[in-house]
């Protein structure tokens, strides 16, 4: 007897190994390209943290201290590329206001205020000790 085939199984995906590692890259970087274009908010964050990279380099004294400043950036700019994802999809089935698709935006929102919160915890924080100290 042969095994069943599932029943909602998508062909797009049907690619393995390297071939599929570089349609993901390649899809990614279209991802990257599309939200400089057509976001400004991504704009903005990723014109924020390229300078924080760049003062986190040289306000750390070690590595782990780096990284601490270094991963709420990086999770800014995350959380704004998952906001603009959700945005389009509202905005792509509808664009009719509604009190859902209205709760999924802010949602997105209040999402990157807590990754900003982060940011200025962590480097509040951060630079407060090493002023007092």
Known sequence: ???PTAPFRNDLKGRTGLVRLRNALR???GGYRAAWKDEQAF???VCLCGPGLILAGLLCR?????ILLILPLA???VVE???SAIEN???RISPDW??????AKDMGSAAQLTAQLLIALVWGSYLLVRICA
């Open 27 to 29: 899809y990614s970087l």
């Open 89 to 91: 999809v509202v905005d």
């Open 62 to 66: 070690t590595w782990a201290e780096g």
């Open 43 to 45: 704009r903005q964050i």
């Open 75 to 77: 999770l800014a700019v």
């Open 81 to 83: 590329l998952c906001n």
């Open 98 to 103: 509604h009190p859902l698709a209205k709760k």
């Open 1 to 3: 007897m042969s095994e």
